[in-house]
């Protein structure tokens, strides 16, 4: 595999990243490919930087604890390394890659960004199950509500240093004459569907209780992929295009041959995702017949890292959405657990159809099966996948 960032090293470019995720360069991942200057900032990690699971200790417990100021944070400090690097080479021709943790558990900002959605905000750390909220026993409405406003405190504080980084652009005199892509890469539920509250969901002991995220011996159970996850923002300025609103499908892979284009470089034979030049030029221009949103794609029993990097087994299949034109269907291979709605009608996925239209989930099933042999996903994967099962009716492909 070859990265974007090693590409435009090879077209003179310097690259330079400033992240502070640090899976990207753990088991092997070697993210820091291709970028000429890397700068890890340490101490960010799961949820559990706080609450560390035992005979393990996180780097980020050391760091956290030496914070004094807003500045001393995490996305803070991935931001300041940032426009630093900018300041010594903003005359350059440059790629500046910048990836911060934040807004990801532990929500922890400053506490006056947090009284801005709670006023009587009293510092408490407020952690998600990671399942539905009403299986923990205890577990209230208010502190449901509580653990959102912390989160919207932490999302302003990372808009704060976003807006920081762009006036830094501006005031360089690079606005005009830079692209600047954002986003991100999923979402989280805060009691929706039922009341799920994370972005996954662990299985249930015994007495129908949720398994605390981490606990040892929990597994990942039944996990749906509605819009609040798979739903992304892409906000792309580029210089020469006017402002607009682009409704067409787009994928996380449209990002790297976007940006190719937009720097005038042919694509890659071997990238499989497509630029949206046209598209941010011509919003008229219809996007992808379909789009896929899924972990990566296992079975139940085999172990993943679909949260952090604990590997964890699943005890059902996971999910994945296929979504074209205004229907989204939410697979899975188990007898009567998938789902399809329509998006115009239902934006809010409440109502399941799969019943009244099995056409429309039989044509969104044979694309994903068309979507996984065209990217050659090994037999034992596609091979559970084959059937579209609802209810006790199958329907083979």
């Known amino acids: 595999m070859t990265t974007i960032a090693e590409i435009l090293a090879d077209r003179g470019y ?51 604890e030496s914070w004094r100021f807003e500045s001393d944070r995490c996305a803070p400090r991935t931001f300041t390394a940032a426009m630093q690097w900018l300041e010594r080479h903003y005359k350059e021709d440059f790629f500046l890659y910048i990836d911060t943790w934040d807004p990801h558990e532990p929500w922890d900002a400053p506490d006056y960004y947090t009284e801005l959605y709670w006023p009587d905000y009293d510092g408490e750390l407020m952690l998600p199950v ?17 653990s959102h406003a912390t989160y919207c405190g932490e999302v302003t504080m990372v808009d704060t240093w976003v807006g920081r980084l762009l006036r830094t652009v501006d005031n360089m005199g690079l606005t005009d004459k830079t692209a600047v892509i954002f986003t991100t890469d999923h979402g989280f539920y805060f009691g929706e569907h039922g009341g799920l509250f994370g972005k996954m969901a662990s299985d249930k002991r015994a007495d129908g ?3 605390s995220y981490g606990e040892p011996g929990s ?34 892979v449209d990002v790297m041959p976007t940006a190719l284009e937009l720097l005038g470089m042919e694509v890659p034979a071997f990238v499989q995702g497509r630029s949206l030049v046209r598209g941010m030029r011509d919003p008229s221009l219809p996007g992808r017949e379909y789009v896929v949103s899924s ?35 939410l697979y899975s291979p188990e007898v009567g657990c998938s789902g399809l709605y329509n998006l115009a009608d239902d934006p809010a996925q409440d109502n399941n159809l799969i019943d009244a239209n099995r056409d429309e989930a039989r044509e969104l099933h044979r694309l994903l099966v068309q979507f996984m042999r065209e990217t050659r996903v090994p037999e034992r994967l596609l091979s559970p996948r084959l059937n579209l099962k609802v209810q006790q009716t199958v329907q083979n492909l």
Do not use: C
């Open 130 to 146: 990671y399942g539905n909220w009403h299986d923990v026993p205890g577990y209230t409405k208010a502190e449901l509500l509580k």
């Open 14 to 64: 310097h690259t330079a990243a400033s992240v502070d995720v640090p899976y990207y360069i753990r088991g092997g991942m070697n993210y820091d490919r291709g970028f000429q200057t890397f700068y890890m900032n340490r101490g960010q990690d799961t949820m559990w930087s706080l609450v560390p699971l035992p005979g393990y200790h996180h780097e980020a417990l050391d760091t956290r």
């Open 209 to 211: 209780t949720l398994h």
């Open 219 to 252: 597994s990942w159970a039944y996990s749906p992929l509605f819009r609040e996850l798979v739903n992304l923002p892409l906000l792309i300025h580029a210089p020469g295009i006017p402002p607009g609103v682009y409704n067409g499908l787009t994928s996380a």
């Open 295 to 329: 972990i990566p794609f296992a079975n139940p029993g085999d172990p993943v890292n679909a949260v952090d990097n604990f590997l964890r087994t699943l005890a059902e299949h996971p999910v994945t959405t296929v979504t074209a034109g205004d229907w989204s269907l």
